[in-house]
């Protein structure tokens, strides 16, 4: 008997990886959830919702798309990185996995690049530079020169400390050798308003949350934070022609629990990838300002291990600390 148990035991050892290759192969065989740390109807949701019905005519299954709010998105990521590595719970996370490690690094997932495996990038969205109509700056050098004249006087809003349209704010006053006051905000529409009123006088907004803004013509947009021109405003100069190095775009990318098998973590990234580069789709999203990242698991692997380290000095050197 003992003789039959351990070849048995054998025989199911040896088995398993082809047990386990059987159940890759046949995922996904019920209803995908995909879930986002931010509200429905912004910016990040409405791509998520367009990317999971694509995804999911690919992949022969319903995917779902699950808001869960809160805690700078932890709490998003937190659920993601407890569920079972198998493809059916992913996560859209966003440049909040590289920020909160430095600047909130109680929050989870407190090592992103550990407890998650990454799938495939999304998308990036730069920020535009608006100002209000009434300054007389008519360029991003221009403005430069007025808020350096008048040191702390010149508002600037933000969503918020750690967002990263504050960070880049941060960036360019640090590059440029000069101090601007920052308002805080919940988010762009009140600071738009706001701008709009004169209560600011500048904000980075994403070209999205801009467009309409611009119709009336009491804002002007003066730059845009991408590392190029994008195609959406091919006349507007990058921040980085006259900051040279400074840069940064909001982003969204797919991530599984860690753990997730590799043939399901290469099915994920085949599907999401042929969902964003199909042309139809860049073209509705491409004139919003929305540019449609290429790549797989080890692109973004390597994008986030540089935001992490880029965005966390950053934090440290100007020694910002969350509210």
Avoid: C
């Amino acid at each position: 008997m003992r003789g039959i148990g351990r070849r048995t035991f054998l025989a199911a050892a040896l088995g398993a990886p082809a047990v386990a290759r059987a159940q890759d192969a046949a995922w996904p065989a019920r209803p995908v959830t995909v879930v986002t740390g931010y509200a429905a109807g912004g910016l990040s949701d409405v791509v998520a919702r367009a990317v999971a019905e694509r995804m999911a005519a690919d992949l022969g299954q319903p995917v779902v798309v699950e808001n869960r709010t809160g805690a700078a998105a932890s709490i998003a990521a937190a659920h993601v990185v407890r569920a079972r590595p198998d493809g059916y719970t992913l996560l859209l996370g966003t440049s909040t996995l590289a920020i909160n490690p430095t600047l909130q690094p109680s929050l989870p997932p407190q090592d992103p690049l550990r407890e998650l495996a990454p799938v495939a990038q999304t998308y990036d969205t730069p920020f535009v530079l608006l100002v209000n109509a009434e300054l007389p700056a008519r360029d991003l050098a221009g403005f430069l020169a007025y808020a350096r004249a008048r040191p702390g006087e010149v508002m600037v809003a933000h969503s918020g400390t750690g967002s990263v349209n504050h960070l880049l704010t941060e960036m360019v006053q640090r590059a440029a050798g000069l101090r601007f006051g920052q308002v805080p905000y919940r988010g762009a529409p009140p600071a738009l308003l706001d701008l709009k009123a004169g209560r600011v006088q500048a904000t980075f907004a994403t070209l999205s949350d801009a467009q309409p803004q611009l119709e009336d013509g009491r804002l002007r947009l003066l730059a845009v934070s991408s590392r190029e021109r994008i195609a959406a405003i091919p006349a507007v100069p990058t921040v980085q022609e006259t900051l040279p190095g400074v840069h940064a775009a909001f982003w969204q990318a797919m991530f599984a629990p860690a753990g997730t098998p590799a043939p399901v973590i290469a099915r994920l990234a085949a599907s999401l990838r042929a969902a964003t580069g199909a042309p139809e789709f860049r073209a509705l999203w491409g004139p919003r300002g929305v540019v449609i990242a290429s790549g797989g698991p080890e692109e973004l692997r390597r994008m986030l291990a540089s935001e992490i380290e880029s965005w966390g000095r950053l934090i440290r050197e100007a020694g910002i600390r969350a509210d």
